[in-house]
């Protein structure tokens, strides 16, 4: 295999082995420039369906396309070289059936590059997960808190504070480690049962709002740099773009209307010949 062509990119098998050695670092990503910037840091760059509200202002993930997860994919994958990308299979593109699902996770690693779906899959949907498994397809799964149940339970609420609701999201995570899952997001769960999860599988749980005993972390990047006014209470603010970009962008208004900008070394002049 010539040097080109060889990966040097984070591999399934490479996160699956962290299990219990070393924490997992992982972050969404929507744009090549972001993706860029957080590739060295990350092990893995998700391309979450989280864009449908981060980046185009939809209310709830369910709207999200398979082309706008593709468009997306394509932008983290150029953006990026050392993680691995994983993009989320949306809403209505995988429950139909195992065919369907397989069809649209094709797509998306052909047309994007990525190394690896997701799927916010309940236990109904271990088959499909195995028949993608067998069949080549990378999935990491997602239990817990599911956004694209919104609908279904009447918002984004937490999950597993009762003791039917705790055996619910066991049961989803057991499934999706037997139906061959390399790895499973836990959103939104007490930090008991987030424990409880993690030693009970034997791939890696990647946390969201589950507490630090998961085997590795997610958040929603645009999240966790301040980009928005309001952000979950799991999430640790790490920047505030928002004010920064306030106060960038009232000094470059303020600039344009004065007449200051451009100034005299941001104009280009006319070079004569001679
Ligand atoms: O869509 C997303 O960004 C996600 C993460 C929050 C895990 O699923």
Redesign the pocket.
């Known amino acids: 295999m010539s040097k080109q062509v060889q990966s040097r990119r984070v591999t399934v098998p490479a996160i699956r082995a962290l299990k219990g050695r070393e924490k997992i670092v992982c972050l ?1 990503a929507y744009t090549a420039p972001v993706a860029a910037a957080l590739d060295p840091h990350v092990d893995v760059l ?1 391309v ?3 864009l449908g509200m981060v980046v185009h202002g939809l209310p709830t ?1 369910t709207a999200v396309t398979l082309e706008m997860m593709i468009l997306h994919g394509q932008a983290v994958v150029r953006g990026s070289s050392h993680a691995m990308v994983v993009v ?1 299979l949306p809403f209505g593109t995988f429950e139909g059936s195992p065919e369907q699902a397989f069809a649209a996770s094709v797509r998306v690693m052909k047309e994007t590059g990525c190394q690896a779906v ?1 799927i916010e899959a309940g236990e109904g949907l271990a088959g499909t997960i195995a028949f993608l498994v067998q069949r080549g397809v990378p999935v990491m799964g ?1 239990v817990g808190l599911r ?1 694209q149940a919104v609908h279904i339970d009447g918002g984004f609420k937490a999950k597993g504070r009762n003791d039917d609701e705790r055996a619910r999201v066991i049961a989803e995570a057991r499934a999706a480690e037997d139906a061959g899952c390399f790895a499973i ?1 836990l ?1 939104g769960v007490s930090e008991e049962l987030a424990q409880e999860i993690t030693r009970i599988v034997r791939v890696p749980t990647i946390g ?1 709002g589950a507490s630090p005993h998961c085997d590795g972390q ?1 958040l ?1 990047t645009d999240d966790m740099l301040g980009v928005f006014e309001w952000a979950p209470k799991f999430v640790r603010r790490y920047a505030d773009l928002r004010t920064i970009i306030t106060e960038a962008v009232s000094r470059y208004a303020a600039d344009v209307r004065a007449g200051t900008f451009p100034g005299a070394d941001e104009v280009y002049r006319f070079k004569s010949k001679d």
């Open positions: 969404t998700l979450g369906d989280s993930p989320d997701k997602h956004p997001v959103e969201i997610i929603v």
